[in-house]
């Protein structure tokens, strides 16, 4: 992340501001702010006794808190939102539209994470839609400069009259190596370097989908169903503000965190 944060000439913590320029409401918040540009809003509570806590949101689009899936909506003019913030309650909200990558085990250091699955956090957005993006090098040398990286591009999308496909793309070779390193203008792309073949038998173990607007018939790669889980609960586009959003839950889909794909859900 920290060479994709350096290559774009932005930074990890991202003020409301820079986010949504072009409300001057945000101008003078600096007790909230996004990680990158992974869709996660944090508001850090540094107050003794507090129990909750305000959260702006400046666009008319839904936010799940990341621990609960409780769903907050946002207005077009910009709203006020009161979120719980006790000592053991983090305030962090995931964008509707946003689909965060994660690696849940834990461990005494990133290095020992090489190997771990990911999942796949999928925040619906109101038009039913989501996007993100996964990138990975050896975070030890340049070598990403010579292409030695991963870079994914997720994306969840309409599909048929009601259904959700959710797909995994090379974003490397889709932006034609471009924009892809600091100081490089074109990197080799579309070939299995060394730190990809490193990690290729990495997958991903869940995938999670917040907001569908009700339970699937169905969910399926290639054709052959696969297993999943749903609570029923809020849809991104529409729904009472304050209640827990539905979560579909595709467990072990058998697919690489390095290979294109596709699943399917049929509502």
């Known amino acids: 992340m920290d060479s994709r944060v350096q290559s774009l000439a932005s930074c990890i913590s991202r003020p409301q501001y820079t986010v949504f320029p072009e409300d001057p409401k945000g101008f ?4 909230q702010y996004y990680l990158g540009t992974s869709g996660l809003l944090v508001k850090p509570v540094t107050a003794p006794g507090v129990t909750e806590t305000t959260v702006y949101l400046a666009e008319a689009q839904p936010y799940y808190d990341y621990f ?10 910009g709203t006020n939102v009161t979120v719980p913030s006790a000592l053991h309650e983090l305030p962090l909200l995931i964008r509707g539209g946003s ?5 849940e085990r834990p461990r005494r250091s990133s290095s020992l994470m090489k190997r ?4 796949l956090r999928i925040a619906l957005d109101a038009s039913e839609s989501a996007t993100g993006e996964l ?3 050896d975070g030890d040398s340049y070598d990403y400069q010579k292409g030695e990286l ?3 591009k997720f994306a969840a999308s309409k599909h048929g009259k009601s259904g959700l496909k959710i797909t995994s793309e090379d974003y490397a070779a889709l932006k034609e190596g471009k924009e892809v390193a600091d100081g490089v203008e074109v990197v080799p792309f ?6 990809k073949k490193s990690i290729g038998e990495v997958r991903v173990e869940k995938v999670i989908v917040l907001g569908l607007k009700s339970k699937p018939a169905k969910v399926s790669i290639g054709g052959v169903e696969i297993e999943w889980q749903f609570a029923p609960g809020v849809a991104a586009k529409s729904g009472a503000d304050g209640g827990v959003a539905s979560v579909l ?3 072990d889909p058998a697919v690489k965190i390095v290979e294109d794909w596709s699943i399917e859900v049929t509502l």
């Open 28 to 31: 003078s918040l600096d007790e």
């Open 68 to 77: 609960t899936s409780k769903v907050y909506r946002g207005k077009r003019s």
């Open 99 to 103: 689909i965060v990558p994660t690696r």
């Open 116 to 119: 771990d699955p990911f999942t």
């Open 135 to 137: 990138y990975l090098d």
């Open 150 to 152: 991963v870079w994914r």
């Open 190 to 195: 579309g070939q299995p370097g060394q730190f």
């Open 249 to 251: 839950t595709i467990r």
